[in-house]
């Protein structure tokens, strides 16, 4: 059974930083797409930020410049670092696996998904 937990989330202020982590259980992630989405309050799954298994990366717009996501193969571990908050970053932020080669697919097409960490920003 294949298992993402994510965790780091929490109350940062506009212009600190937080780094989430995503730790994988079940499966290798080594050969697969991960990425990071987020769901703001009364919002649909926003994508952030994907990493191929090439280590090829894809950011939103909306992020790009100011998060990185990154993969750890050995600790079957990616993460999302996330530097210059600003109070709209506010949201529960999931990762999620897809076996696919596609960067920047749909949070319904994604294999698997985890549970999310609450990541706010004040003003």
């Known amino acids: 059974q294949v298992r993402l937990v994510e965790s780091g989330g929490g109350l940062v202020q506009a212009g600190e930083s937080l780094r989430l982590s995503c730790a994988a259980s079940?499966?290798?992630?080594?050969?697969?797409?991960i990425a990071w989405f987020r769901q703001a309050p009364g919002k649909g799954h926003e994508f952030v930020a994907a990493?191929?298994?090439?280590?090829?990366?894809y950011y939103a717009d909306s992020v790009k410049g100011r998060f990185t996501i990154s993969r750890d193969n050995a600790k079957n571990t990616a993460f999302l670092q996330m530097d210059s908050l600003k109070p709209e970053d506010t949201a529960i932020y999931y990762c999620?696996?897809?076996?696919?080669?596609?960067?920047?697919?749909?949070?319904?097409?994604?294999?698997?998904r985890g549970q999310g960490t609450q990541v706010t920003v004040s003003s």
């Open positions: 999620a696996l897809s076996l696919s080669y596609r960067l920047n697919f749909p949070w319904s097409s994604a294999d698997y």
């Open positions: 990493i191929s298994r090439t280590d090829r990366t």
């Open positions: 079940g499966r290798t992630i080594s050969t697969t797409v």
